[in-house]
């Protein structure tokens, strides 16, 4: 059974146990979930009221607009929440493959190469996806229904957990990887991310908690 498939509590307690996937890559992901999908409760409360029905059409669009980006956001973590643990799988399964001749150690170093970019290129996802979501959440600080303002503020936090938890799980793995230039790239995705998240979303964090 797929993680996402499971009750609330199920996944929780499997989180809980000696296992070590899911772990924390998973969980950023499911963040991810949970903060596409609360924006988009708030869009959800706002579309149709008076309030909104009196806006200009043109903004009217745009607030819909970024709900569909939300509601896309949100099954695309969704399945990533499994693809993570998928890829330490990999890694595990390639860490387990003989060694006894030299030939061995070539196909083993070169899968363990091929999983461990696997397992940096699914928190990469999880992390960039954040960034389309941030658009989105401003459109509803601005135009959304106001006493949903404080669920606005914990979907921000869910997807600074996201971007972060994800790029943490990026470094983890980095230090695996033997490219250098590969390294050299990835490192720069890394800083990026890290400086949208701790500037721009943890801004409109602020931004939230002190209109409140």
């Known amino acids: 059974m797929k993680l996402i498939e499971l009750k609330v509590n199920e996944f929780i307690n ?14 950023a992901a499911l963040s ?3 903060s596409s999908a609360l924006a988009n ?3 959800h409360l706002t579309i149709g009221k008076k309030k909104f029905r009196a806006l200009d059409e043109k903004i009217q669009l745009e607030v819909k607009e970024a709900m569909v980006v939300l509601e896309s956001k949100k099954e695309e973590y969704a399945k ?12 595990m399964a390639a860490f387990k493959l003989p060694k006894e001749t030299d030939e061995d150690k070539k196909i083993r170093a070169d899968k363990i190469e091929e999983a461990t970019i696997i397992a940096i290129e699914v ?9 389309s979501i941030l658009p989105a959440l401003e459109q509803l600080f ?18 600074h ?11 983890i793995n980095l230090s695996g990887l033997k490219c250098e230039d590969l390294v050299s790239s990835y490192q720069k995705v890394i800083d990026e991310l890290t ?3 701790n500037n721009e979303v943890l801004s409109f964090v602020n931004k939230v908690y002190n209109k409140l």
């Open 14 to 27: 499997v989180v809980d146990s000696k296992s070590p996937a899911p772990g924390g890559g998973s969980v």
């Open 32 to 34: 991810g979930s949970l």
């Open 41 to 43: 409760m708030v869009s």
């Open 80 to 91: 990533l929440i499994d693809k993570d643990t998928e890829a330490f799988n990999m890694i």
């Open 123 to 131: 928190p990469r996802e999880v992390a960039e996806n954040g960034k």
């Open 142 to 159: 601005t135009y959304g229904n106001q006493n949903c303002l404080s669920d606005l503020g914990v979907s921000a936090l869910l997807l």
């Open 161 to 171: 957990t996201t971007i972060i938890g994800a790029v943490m799980n990026m470094k």
């Open 195 to 197: 400086a949208f998240s």
